[in-house]
């Protein structure tokens, strides 16, 4: 099945996309996926959903986190006014002369300011949305409503809620609220402090603290309404196309001629930055020093005594 994620494998290293789909099964889920997983399904199906599917990958430690995340979300969307009419879309694209469709699913439909809108749900370490302006997924989205006339959306409501719990203001052996800068808590939870230790008449010093974190505090989740133009669409479709085809490609010929020669067919140039950077760096280097690796008969066994794991 050709996907936003898989063919975006295809626009970088051809040799990691191969080894993406050939060890794939040698890898668990990570604890990032699942708690990805486990935020989308809090918003989609509620919090005790998304609970469940931590405890069931034994990640307890995450459910205040996901509490706090989810909470922090669907405040801000009710304080936006975004009314959610529906959750994860599925699509599937038919392209011409091609047997494999490009599917893939939109995180939810929503109102707001009066306007259909799509729905992103992201999470990240760190907010950056510099990139949304020009994310290819928002336009796979796009593209895919207006190829398949699902919908006629405005554009893509993209949300990144920052994966870390907010910290409660430091207070001093003395009993005085700190005045660091980098002590991390929110404006609210400080004010809130301020009243509960000074009431109505905190000292200046504190006063003054409370005035500079209001103007610096760093957004925990930013919302990011972008749209595209028909022409943006367009040069899409035609990559999409470009890519399917490829993907059609290299499934062939793994079946035809099997991982080991394909692997091998697909030209590479590693550096040190990829491999430190590259999930199959491990299995790229092993073969590029050990020739006699047979890819078509790795088993679990095998794949852990050739790769150490
Ligand atoms: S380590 Fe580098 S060259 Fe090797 S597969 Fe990964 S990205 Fe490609």
């Known amino acids: 099945?050709?996907?936003?994620?898989?063919?975006?494998?295809?626009?970088?290293?051809?040799?990691?996309?191969?080894?993406?789909?050939?060890?794939?099964?040698?890898r668990g889920k990570s604890d990032a996926l699942t708690f990805g997983t486990a935020f989308h399904s809090s918003l989609e199906k509620g919090l005790d959903s998304g609970i469940a599917e931590l405890r069931r990958e034994h990640m307890h430690d995450s459910i205040p986190l996901l509490?706090?995340?989810?909470?922090?979300?669907?405040?801000?969307?009710?304080?936006?006014?975004?009314?959610?009419?529906?959750?994860?879309?599925?699509?599937?694209?038919?392209?011409?002369?091609?047997?494999?469709?490009?599917?893939?699913?939109?995180?939810?439909?929503?109102?707001?300011?009066?306007?259909?809108w799509l729905l992103e749900f992201k999470t990240a370490r760190y907010i950056d949305a510099s990139h949304v302006a020009i994310d290819s997924q928002v336009t796979s989205y796009l593209w895919a409503c207006r190829e398949t006339g699902?919908?006629?959306?405005?554009?893509?409501?993209?949300?990144?809620?920052?994966?870390?719990?907010?910290?409660?203001?430091?207070?001093?052996?003395?009993?005085?609220?700190?005045?660091?800068?980098?002590q991390g808590c929110s404006y609210d939870a400080y004010v809130q402090k301020a009243i509960e230790i000074y009431g109505d008449t905190p000292p200046a010093k504190v006063e003054l603290f409370m005035e500079w974190l209001e103007q610096n505090e760093q957004p925990k989740l930013v919302m990011a309404a972008v749209k595209r133009t028909e022409s943006q669409l367009d040069s899409f479709g035609e990559m999409v196309k470009e890519y399917v085809?490829?993907?059609?490609?290299?499934?062939?010929?793994?079946?035809?001629?099997?991982?080991?020669?394909?692997?091998?067919?697909?030209?590479?140039?590693?550096?040190g930055f990829c491999m430190k950077s590259c999930d199959y760096g491990f299995a790229c280097k092993a073969m590029l020093l050990d020739d006699a690796i047979e890819f078509d008969k790795l088993d679990e066994q095998k794949f852990g005594e050739i790769f150490g794991a």
């Not at 996907?3 to 099964?25: E, Q, Y």
Request: with cysteine.
């Open 150 to 182: 699902l919908c006629e959306p405005k554009g893509v409501l993209y949300f990144i809620n920052q994966k870390s719990m907010d910290k409660p203001p430091v207070v001093l052996a003395s009993g005085h609220l700190s005045t660091a800068k980098n």
């Open 67 to 116: 509490t706090e995340m989810w909470k922090r979300q669907t405040v801000f969307m009710a304080d936006q006014g975004i009314e959610i009419l529906e959750h994860e879309l599925p699509f599937e694209i038919t392209l011409p002369g091609l047997t494999e469709p490009f599917r893939g699913f939109i995180d939810g439909l929503a109102m707001w300011r009066d306007e259909v």
């Open 245 to 271: 085809a490829e993907e059609q490609a290299l499934k062939q010929a793994l079946e035809e001629k099997g991982a080991s020669v394909v692997i091998r067919e697909q030209k590479c140039f590693p550096t």
């Open 1 to 26: 099945m050709a996907s936003f994620s898989s063919l975006s494998r295809l626009t970088g290293c051809k040799r990691k996309a191969v080894f993406g789909t050939v060890m794939s099964r040698f």
